[in-house]
């Protein structure tokens, strides 16, 4: 995980979010899957920038893993990267705190959505440094969050 603060705060009334996430498969076998990922969040205006690295392990039923890694019809945007951004917030949040930053929100990615999923699989992630990536899935959202200050 990799934190900058590329400027002092601002006094701004709107902070836009931008993520950028990778995801690449590492390995594949019946009941599990090994996913590599690479989730960067920064800011507009430029202020601060996270990125973690790391590996995703799933374990599971093989329809169950693969619902985990399909693109969600509302938010474009795979129920495992939900769960990484779940397991990632609370390192990102400290980190920003650490670095007097603005942190991003917490329900960024839609992580509403895992709970009616009704998918038992079990996701577990692992940060790692560095983690090269050949096939990139690249997934961007915009969030908006209003300042208080």
């Given at each position: 995980?990799?934190?900058?603060?590329?400027?002092?705060r601002l006094e701004v009334?709107?902070?836009?979010?931008?993520?950028?996430a990778k995801l690449e498969e590492k390995e594949r076998r019946s009941g599990k899957r090994v996913i590599g990922f690479v989730l960067t969040i920064g800011t507009k205006p430029s202020i601060s920038k996270f990125e973690v690295e790391g590996i995703a392990t799933i374990e599971g039923k093989n329809p169950e893993i693969e619902k985990l890694l399909e693109l969600n019809?509302?938010?474009k945007i795979p129920l495992l990267?939900?769960?990484v951004y779940q397991n990632v917030f609370?390192?990102?949040y400290l980190l920003a705190n650490l670095?007097?930053?603005?942190?991003p929100p917490p329900d960024m990615l839609s992580i509403g959505e895992i709970a009616k999923?009704?998918?038992?699989?079990?996701a577990e992630v692992e940060a790692k440094d560095e983690i090269k990536t050949e096939k990139k899935l690249v997934i961007k959202k915009k969030e908006k969050r209003n300042k208080k200050r």
């Open positions: 995980m990799r934190g900058v603060k590329l400027k002092d009334v709107e902070l836009n979010f931008d993520v950028d019809p509302k938010t990267l939900n769960r609370t390192s990102t670095l007097d930053t603005a942190y999923s009704g998918i038992n699989s079990h």
